[in-house]
């Protein structure tokens, strides 16, 4: 219960979606903007356990490519709780960490087979196919939402590093 209240609590904090506009959207940190969209209160409640949340809500600029919900569902049962556990900081810290690139980096900007150094030190491999863009074993299901401190991208998986 508390784990729920608490990601519910914390899950406003970092992506804006569809529904922002784009001046909106543009006001509002990369925090604040996940916090809009309402679907990333895990990865919210992981970055403020993590305590990324100064360095989001910051000047930057950053990608993020924010795995959904949904995604945080699909890892083995117990594996959010047992990452915010707070001995587990620095793993959860290294997940995140993976998940975020210096800059801004828009889709127009990603080539096949592109690699990018994450802010944990390693990089993530881009294949294009198509309309299909993958981020390492992640789908990028939606692109390009500009925050005020940089962009996100929403994928469908979480990133190991």
Known sequence: MFRR????????????AAGATGAAAQE????????????????LAAAESAGLVET?????????FAP???????LPEGTVDE???EENQDELTSILTYHVVPGAVMSADLADGMEA?????????VSIDGDTVMVGDATVTQ??????????HVIDTV???
């Open 83 to 85: 990452l915010l556990m």
């Open 28 to 43: 509002m940190n990369i925090v604040e903007t996940a916090q809009d969209a309402g679907n990333f209160e895990t990865l």
């Open 56 to 64: 989001l809500t910051g000047e930057g600029p950053y990608t993020v």
């Open 5 to 16: 209240t608490y990601l519910a609590l914390s899950a406003a904090a970092a992506i804006t």
């Open 68 to 74: 959904t919900d949904e995604a945080f569902e699909a």
């Open 143 to 152: 692109a390009d939402i500009e925050a005020s401190n940089g962009v996100i």
């Open 117 to 125: 150094e994450t802010v944990e030190g390693s990089s993530v491999t």
């Open 159 to 161: 990133l190991m590093p």
